[in-house]
């Protein structure tokens, strides 16, 4: 059966990344190339305060797991023993990863800016979705993994 893409930009993106699918979004190996051995540096877009939410607990886990966190939260002063940063722009090092626990209308932002600082891989929550960021970050090579956990997935892998 055709899948029938309403939203033409997606497909467009599709076709100027040379596929007609994401090529390596959520697939097993990105997930592990991603994820790597730590210590490995994730910084944290939408990091929350309150311990009870996923945005808290899930970086809280990966930094239980040697993973250094970067918060990147602008109305947080500091979160997990680190200090927050009010972008991406002013990390003071290159992540391995950005992990985003934001709404999908900011994730073409997101996209933007990490195209402008050549980061490289981008973990976007459970939950929220936005493909036509994601086909343009692979476009642009930016590794990507969509509505997926990194605390799930690093669970995954280190009991296989």
Known sequence: MPIILA??????????????????????????VMLG???R?????GLSANPAKPSHYVPAYMQQHGYRILPVNPAVGSVLGERCYGSLAELPIKPDIVNVFRLPKYIPGIVDEMLQLGFENLWVQLGI???EAAAR???RGIRVVMDQCIMV?????TTL
């Open 129 to 131: 979705v936005n493909m």
């Open 7 to 32: 939203n033409s930009s997606f497909f467009d993106a599709c076709l100027e990344s040379g596929t007609h699918r994401l090529f390596g979004m959520n697939e097993p190996e990105t997930i592990r």
């Open 41 to 45: 540096t994730i910084a944290v877009i």
């Open 37 to 39: 051995t730590p210590p």
């Open 137 to 139: 970050a692979e476009a």
């Open 153 to 157: 997935e690093h669970r995954h892998l």
